[in-house]
């Protein structure tokens, strides 16, 4: 038997943390005790005979493993598993307008409605998938724009057609949305039950001054009260509904005010409803410091009830959502891309086609670029937090890019993997 080369052995004032990244299990020890006990970790045999119990416990959480498991070998499998599983997430943008203007958004907005043809054309690739690709679940995210600018339209009829074909196929479905919650108001939420939403991503710009100045729309003069007010609103009437409230920050634009501001909208009873996301705007600068006002910030958040993601690492084994064969967005003109988080969607020319049978064609295999295993280089090959990185973007992958992506984050993965483990319930 020998030790794992992905044991995450970790100390923070009293408590030695535990962490294995291939299995993803975890445990905490008091620190004097993880002291002794993580060099034995070394001589496993040694271990047995002094502590065969804990020895057993490391064995069963993959912290030590058989002689001849090849664990990046382990980690190619499951990777291929993640790419190639039969979930299909499907993203949709009705629209790439939208009511708001934010500084930092990297969207056009492009007056623009998905057209009854490319509707037509959506519902056929629902079929296709379902008939004849034969996957296993349906996930629909809306996406765009303001998606939900276009919802008797677009979201409505695509959706009930899904849950329908779904039902047939006895295949589970599920519905979410990206949205900037504006028009989330009471009247939706009878449709919302009836269309099975199930979760929204809503984006808040710091605290409520920051976002009523990046937010700003005529005859609202709170962008930040209106969306909070929907919010609390669909929480109470939707009680299956769980909401990530992402807030895109800058260092400046992320501060403790921003828990009471909060307060003052979410009744406490919805708030275990509400997972907080804080997420640095990629236009400002990495500050490593930083990661520990987020963590603040997160804790008193917890405090007051909510949930906090405190899961900045990966733990299924490929480094984006794009990074998948069941995974597409279409565009509000039939094109089809793989990344939402880039410029592809605004591409005259865009790398996929939605085509008139339901399926997809892509120019120059682009959509195997998105298959690839953005890992298989040396730098991380060698490097220990592989299983819970996964490696760069596929993109720049493909571009035979070459660097180390948690160069680019506020964040670093140790005091990630203590602050996960601390909040884990
Ligand atoms: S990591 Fe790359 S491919 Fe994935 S979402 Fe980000 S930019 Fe797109
Ligand atoms: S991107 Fe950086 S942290 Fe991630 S696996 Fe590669 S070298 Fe490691």
Known sequence: ???????????????????????????????????????????????????????????????IIDDNVDEIEVIRKRNLETIHSKDYFLVILPTLNCNYKCWYCIQNHIP??????????????????????????????????????????????????????????????LNSATTNGYFLSSDKI????????????????????????????????????????????????????NIVLRINYTHKTLTNKIVSQINEYI???????????????????????????????????????????????VDNFVPCYANREYYNAINYNGGVVKCTACN????????????????????????KLYQEKSYENPKCLNCKYLPVCMGICPRDHAKKRNYCKMDAQDSNIETSLIDFIEHCK
């Open 1 to 63: 038997m020998k030790p794992s080369h992905y044991n995450y052995i970790l100390s923070k004032d009293s408590k030695s943390y535990w962490y294995n990244g291939v299995s993803h299990k975890f445990f905490t020890l008091p620190i004097e005790l993880g002291n002794k006990i993580k060099p034995l970790i070394c001589n496993p045999e040694i271990l047995k005979e002094s502590a065969p119990s804990f020895y057993q416990k490391l064995v069963d959480n993959e912290f």
């Open 112 to 173: 623009s409605m998905m057209s009854q043809e490319t509707i037509t054309r959506v519902k056929k690739h629902i079929d296709y998938m379902i008939d004849e690709r034969n996957i296993t679940s349906l996930h629909i995210e809306w996406f765009g724009g303001e998606p939900f600018m276009y919802f008797k339209q677009v979201i409505a009829p695509i959706s009930e057609y899904a849950i329908e074909k779904c039902d047939k196929a006895k295949i589970p479905f």
């Open 190 to 241: 009878k449709d919302l039950k009836r269309l099975k939403f199930s979760g929204f991503q809503i984006t808040l710009d710091g605290d409520k001054g920051n976002h009523d100045k990046v937010k700003f729309q005529n005859g609202c003069d709170s962008a930040f009260v209106h969306t909070l007010g929907n919010i609390d609103k669909i929480l109470s009437a939707l009680k299956d509904m």
């Open 267 to 313: 009744s406490p009873e919805n708030r275990k409803q509400l997972t907080i996301t804080p997420k640095k705007v990629w236009q400002e600068s990495v500050d490593k410091n930083f990661q520990l006002s987020t963590i603040s910030i997160l804790d008193e958040f917890n405090d007051y009830g909510y949930n906090a993601a405190r899961m900045e690492i």
């Open 344 to 367: 592809d969607l605004y591409e005259s020319n865009p790398p996929g086609q939605l085509q008139e049978d339901g399926k997809i064609e892509w120019k120059n295999n682009f959509d």
